[in-house]
């Protein structure tokens, strides 16, 4: 009786916990749109395997040494396939994780793993990609 009113609270802590985050839009980009709603605004994947969206390193829209000199090519190149994969390696890797812990409904792991989401995929979305897309080379740039 205690064990499973102990995993009942654990259950409307990680519902309500999702709904807070789910509402920030922290984790927006976790479920596709195969999900449902379940109970009050909470949505949880479908299904194991087609629950979670990875990401993918994008493709830079020039090459390396296109905005040398004020970046080098092999600086680029760095920090695009070490650097920026490395986020997104380890964004995957956690939302993996989270989707075993909401399917166990294991709120201490749910927790434990928001601060590596907002982490990697803040850096990912926010720095990485945006800045990605705002560099261009010298041949792009009007001269005023």
């Given at each position: 009786?205690?064990?499973?009113?102990?995993?009942?609270?654990?259950?409307?802590?990680?519902?309500?916990?999702?709904?807070?985050?789910?509402?920030?839009?922290?984790?927006?980009?976790?479920?596709?749109?195969?999900?449902?709603?379940?109970?009050?605004?909470?949505?949880?994947?479908?299904?194991?395997?087609?629950?979670?969206?990875?990401?993918?390193?994008?493709?830079?829209?020039?090459?390396?040494?296109?905005?040398?000199?004020?970046?080098?090519?092999?600086?680029?190149?760095?920090?695009?396939q070490?650097?920026?994969?490395?986020?997104i390696?380890?964004?995957?890797?956690?939302?993996?994780?989270?989707?075993?812990a909401?399917?166990?409904?294991?709120?201490?792991?749910?927790?434990?793993?928001?601060?590596?989401?907002?982490?990697?995929?803040?850096?990912?979305?926010?720095?990485?990609?945006?800045?990605?897309l705002?560099?261009?080379?010298t041949?792009?740039?009007?001269?005023?």
């Amino acid at each position: 009786m205690a064990k499973a009113l102990s995993e009942a609270s654990s259950s409307s802590y990680l519902r309500v916990r999702a709904r807070f985050l789910l509402s920030r839009k922290t984790l927006s980009s976790v479920f596709r749109h195969d999900t449902k709603p379940i109970g009050v605004g909470i949505v949880v994947a479908a299904s194991h395997s087609r629950g979670l969206h990875a990401f993918t390193l994008p493709d830079l829209a020039y090459g390396y040494g296109a905005v040398e000199p004020a970046i080098s090519g092999k600086i680029m190149q760095l920090h695009h396939q070490k650097h920026h994969q490395t986020y997104i390696t380890n964004y995957n890797k956690a939302l993996e994780q989270l989707h075993d812990a909401i399917a166990r409904a294991d709120s201490s792991s749910f927790v434990k793993l928001q601060s590596t989401i907002k982490f990697n995929g803040g850096e990912y979305t926010a720095k990485h990609s945006v800045e990605s897309l705002r560099l261009r080379p010298t041949s792009h740039v009007a001269l005023v």
